[in-house]
């Protein structure tokens, strides 16, 4: 890029010392056309480098800024405003393409115990734990994302009833055996999942998530720790 802007400001220093020496003197002279060549071999090259440093930096910053503006600062987790965004898009394609999806919400059972007990901080370490495992648990064609205080989601595509219920079972179960180390202290937690799946009655993504918030509270009821699908 540097080579090629340097290239350029030569041809078009001695395209314009040409003409305008030809104009003024009527001939062209040597010392013009080496002070064409040389002054923009000596300057473009810099020149090239700062505009270059700053377009990268620019672009830098604009990637930063939109990495914050979809991710949950805590966790790292997308957030909610993102998700929802991402899961209307997957439903208009799922009713163009007769695709399959389902949306897991889920929150940690008793959280409020956890942070009366060992603290916020505690609280906040767990919830950076389940972001991790949980990003590390889905496929790259999922979606997870915090929802909201305790509570997560996560948008699964191309899944069967069946399917989803294992896959919420395996992130429910290997979440119970985590362990959160807090001064010396370990914190063990579990999470109530409820599972919502679009089908052919599903008019709307607000359907989806009210059958997954009545089956997360269906999970509560049955005693926690579990995973039911609607």
Do not use: W
């Amino acid at each position: 890029m540097t080579i090629a802007v340097t290239i350029a400001s030569i041809l078009i220093s001695i395209i314009l010392t040409t003409v305008l020496t030809i104009l003024l003197s009527g001939g062209i002279a040597t010392s013009s056309m080496i002070i064409a060549t040389v002054v923009p071999t000596l300057i473009a090259p810099p020149f090239a480098y700062i505009t270059l440093r700053l377009t990268y930096q620019l672009d830098l910053a604009e990637e930063r800024l939109r990495q914050l503006a979809i991710t949950d600062e805590l966790t790292q987790a997308y957030n909610r405003r993102y998700f929802i965004e991402i899961a209307t898009k997957v439903l208009a394609g799922t009713k163009r393409y007769g695709d399959s999806f389902a949306i897991i919400i889920f929150d940690i059972d008793d959280f409020k115990r956890i942070n009366d007990t060992y603290g916020h901080a505690a609280g906040d370490q767990v919830l950076r734990m389940i972001s991790e495992i949980c990003t590390t648990h889905i496929r790259d064609s999922d979606i997870f994302a915090r929802y909201g205080g305790e509570e997560f989601v996560i948008l699964v595509q191309r899944c069967s009833p069946t399917d989803i219920v294992k896959f919420a079972e395996r992130i429910r179960i290997t979440l119970s055996q985590a362990r959160v180390l807090y001064n010396q202290v370990e914190i063990q937690f579990t999470v109530s999942m409820g599972a919502g799946i679009f089908d052919s009655q599903t008019p709307d993504l607000d359907t989806i998530l009210t059958r997954a918030d009545a089956a997360l509270y269906a999970a509560k009821k049955q005693g926690k720790n579990c995973t039911v699908l609607m």
